[in-house]
């Protein structure tokens, strides 16, 4: 099993910066996608940005530019820093892990940290 815990959510403006971390803790070992998601009220939950293994990532169209995903392997932890934030970032962010050896292979997911941007 993995347990992911995510923490730095908060309230900010519009135009400002928060970072996002996850601490992994369990079976992290064959862990090699990881992930940030976001769900705002009333729409699906969407995928923001992924690292995989080697360092590749990849972000959603609408925040290429403004968010980044890092990865620390030494603390465990996963983090996304988001900045010149807008009000429709707005939602829970949620943090996935890929685990891809069994047993145990699968989705992992946080429970989610509230972002809100005001106007």
């Known amino acids: 099993q993995v347990q992911l815990v995510e923490s730095g959510g908060g309230l900010v403006q519009t135009g400002g910066s928060l970072r996002l971390s996850c601490a992994a803790s369990?079976?992290?070992?064959?862990?090699?996608?990881m992930g940030w998601y976001r769900q705002a009220p009333g729409k699906q939950r969407e995928l923001v940005a992924s690292?995989?293994?080697?360092?590749?990532?990849n972000y959603a169209d609408s925040v290429k530019g403004r968010f980044t995903i890092s990865r620390d392997n030494a603390k465990n932890t996963l983090y996304l820093q988001m900045n010149n934030l807008k009000p429709e970032d707005t939602a829970v962010y949620y943090c996935?892990?890929?685990?891809?050896?069994?047993?145990?292979?699968?989705?992992?997911w946080g429970q989610g940290t509230q972002v809100t941007v005001s106007d």
């Open positions: 996935n892990a890929y685990r891809f050896i069994r047993p145990g292979s699968g989705d992992y």
């Open positions: 369990g079976s992290i070992f064959g862990i090699n996608v």
């Open positions: 690292i995989i293994s080697g360092g590749r990532t």
